[in-house]
């Protein structure tokens, strides 16, 4: 069964950083893109980043670029997003998400909070 756990969420004052991890088992994921998304109360999931399995590109979302930081390591089906200059607005539950559209699949995580107080 596959499952991805996230952890590294926690309370942090605003410029302040974190870093979460996803690890993912029970299948391969070679092939596989992985992201981040988040969701604050009241509001839809958004896309925050993602690293691509071929060649490992990045792609971010523009409230975050330049904070944020993606990165996988690929023997450890692991991806990670390293936060910098965090701002209240930051606040959100995040999900990370490995997706293949080759394969047709998608996983998410449980969601781990990241709090960002002024």
């Known amino acids: 069964q596959v499952q991805l756990a996230e952890s590294g969420g926690g309370l942090v004052q605003a410029g302040g950083s974190l870093r979460l991890s996803c690890a993912a088992s029970g299948r391969p994921f070679r092939g596989y893109d992985m992201g981040w998304f988040r969701q604050a109360p009241g509001k839809d999931r958004e896309y925050v980043a993602v690293?691509?399995?071929?060649?490992?590109?990045?792609n971010y979302a523009d409230s975050v670029k330049g904070r944020f930081t993606i990165s996988r390591d690929n023997a450890k089906n692991t991806v990670y997003l390293q936060m910098t200059s965090l701002k209240p607005e930051d606040t959100a539950i995040y999900y990370c998400?490995?997706?293949?559209?080759?394969?047709?699949?998608?996983?998410w995580g449980q969601g781990t909070q990241v709090t960002v107080s002024s």
């Open positions: 998400n490995f997706y293949s559209t080759s394969y047709g699949s998608t996983y």
């Open positions: 690293i691509r399995w071929s060649g490992g590109g990045t």
